[in-house]
C-alpha cells in the first residue's frame, strides 16, 4: 500500500508570492495533519482536517490556510510568502481525527522562500 | 500549552553499543501518549516507539526501548546494539488524549544521533 505522498518535493518561491502544496493520504484514512518544520527545529503543528472539517489550527498567521477534498486529499495554501516561511511542511495521516489513531508522515515538500 | 525538551542537541555511539536519548514534557494532563520519532536524511518520519501514560510499563520495540517516569516527567529512549542505520534525528513528541487538544503532536527541538563504524 501507498503511504502519505506530497507534491512537489521541492520548490523555490519569491517572497511576497503565493504558494500550494499538496497530500495524498494512506487509503482509507480521513485525517490529515500539516507541520511546518524549519530547519534545526522540531515540527510545529499548522492545521488538522477530518472528514473535510477544520479540527484543530495551530499558531499560525492568516497566511497560512489549508483545505480537505472529498477524497481526503489536502492543500495548504500560503500567501504573501515571507522568508521565515522557509521549511520542510510535512503533511501526516491517520485513520481519524484524535485520541489513539496514528499518525504517519510523507516526505516533506521542501520550500525555500528567496 | 505543552512542552517538550530534548537537552542533547547530539549524541554519538559506538557501532554495537548503546545510547540513551533524554527527554521531558511538561503537562497538567494525566492521560496523554508520548512518542519517539526517527527522521533520517531522507526526511521521511518514522514511528519508533509510542507509550500511553496510562501503562506503567515501558513500552520495548525490538532495540528500542523507553523508560517513562510520569512523575518525573520524563521520557527516555534507550537504542541498544546501534546500527549504522539508526543514524538520524530522534524526536521526542506528546499529544494529549482529551479533546479538544488530542489532534495534534507536540515535537521536542530533536537529537541528532551519529554512528560510529
Known amino acids: 500500500d501507498a503511504g502519505v505522498t506530497q507534491s512537489p518535493t521541492h520548490l523555490i518561491k519569491t517572497r511576497g508570492q503565493h504558494v500550494t502544496l499538496r497530500c495524498s493520504p494512506i487509503s482509507g484514512h480521513k485525517s490529515v495533519s500539516w507541520y511546518q518544520q524549519v530547519l534545526g527545529q522540531g515540527p510545529q503543528f499548522i492545521f488538522q482536517?477530518?472528514?473535510?472539517?477544520?479540527?484543530g489550527r495551530g499558531n499560525f498567521p492568516d497566511r497560512f490556510s489549508a483545505r480537505q477534498f472529498p477524497n481526503y486529499s489536502s492543500e495548504l495554501n500560503v500567501n504573501a510568502l515571507l522568508l521565515g516561511d522557509s521549511a520542510l511542511y510535512l503533511c501526516a495521516s491517520s485513520y481519524a481525527g484524535g485520541r489513539s489513531y496514528e499518525q504517519y508522515f510523507g516526505p516533506g515538500t521542501r520550500l525555500t522562500v528567496t | 500549552a505543552q512542552t517538550v525538551t530534548q537537552s542533547q542537541p547530539e549524541m554519538s555511539v559506538q557501532e554495537a553499543e548503546t545510547v540513551t536519548l533524554s527527554c521531558t514534557y511538561d503537562?497538567?494532563?494525566?492521560?496523554?501518549?508520548l512518542f519517539w520519532y526517527k527522521q533520517p536524511p531522507s526526511r521521511q518520519m518514522i514511528l519508533v516507539i509510542r507509550?500511553?501514560?496510562?501503562?506503567?510499563q515501558n513500552a520495548t520495540e525490538n532495540r528500542f526501548s523507553v523508560n517513562f517516569q510520569k512523575a518525573a516527567k520524563s521520557f527516555s529512549l534507550k537504542i541498544s546494539d546501534s546500527q549504522l542505520g539508526d543514524a538520524a534525528m530522534y524526536f521526542c513528541?506528546?499529544?494529549?488524549?482529551?479533546?479538544?487538544?488530542?489532534?495534534?503532536?507536540?515535537f521536542g527541538a530533536g537529537t541528532t544521533v551519529t554512528v560510529r563504524a
Open positions: 482536517y477530518y472528514e473535510k472539517e477544520e479540527r
Open positions: 507509550q500511553e501514560a496510562y501503562k506503567q
Open positions: 503537562t497538567s494532563e494525566s492521560d496523554y501518549y
Open positions: 513528541a506528546y499529544r494529549s488524549d482529551s479533546a479538544p487538544n488530542d489532534y495534534k503532536l507536540s
